[in-house]
């Protein structure tokens, strides 16, 4: 996690998370009397919501009013990723695939219109990431929009949040005119 910002030069910029003190460091200087910095926070944040905000002192100990609160999310298991069918899909494939990414070794738990369908596994692959694919368990009647989505759980027991979701509707086969010519 890292953090920009300005300040007056020479500032010690004290770092609050979750209303404790967690770091401080200077910032350099500049001929206009303020400074930009880009720090990295020395301490990885845990998973979950924090709240982050950052006080400066200068020279002679004085304080600056509290910056205003910056909430961010931290997510050591990010979610599953739906790849394909993409979002407002129509197709005539009553069973379709859905393929997309997720964690190496991810259990991936596929929904259907918010119920449990099935799982699959996500493939391994160097870079950590792998696919998955999964087929809809029981065909899907003709003239129907649904909508799929995905959660994954790795062997440490950690649970994603929700995929994606991915809406598609199911049609019926219906050829089109053949257009012979055009002639003026």
Do not use: C
Request: proline share 5%; charged share 20%; net charge neutral.
């Amino acid at each position: 996690t890292y953090i920009d910002g300005v300040a007056h030069n020479n500032s010690i910029i004290h770092i609050f998370i979750d209303g404790m003190e967690t770091e401080t460091f200077t910032v350099g200087a500049h001929p206009s009397g303020a400074v930009g910095f880009h720090y990295v926070l020395k301490t990885p944040l845990k998973s979950g919501t924090h709240n982050i905000y950052l006080q400066a002192e200068d020279e002679f100990g004085r304080l600056s009013l509290k910056t205003s609160i910056q909430t961010i999310r931290i997510v050591d298991f990010p979610s599953p990723t739906i790849l394909a069918p993409l979002d407002k899909t129509k197709t005539v494939e009553t069973r379709p695939l859905i393929t997309g990414v997720a964690f190496n070794n991810s259990r991936v738990r596929v929904y259907l219109d918010g119920v449990f369908n099935g799982e699959t596994r996500a493939i391994n692959d160097p870079s950590g990431v792998g696919s998955f694919s999964y087929t809809i368990t029981k065909e899907l009647p003709k003239w129907t929009s649904h909508t799929i989505s995905a959660i994954a759980d790795d062997e440490k027991g950690r649970t994603s949040q929700r995929s994606n979701s991915v809406r598609l509707t199911i049609q019926e086969y219906y050829i089109p005119p053949t257009l012979l010519a055009i002639t003026s």
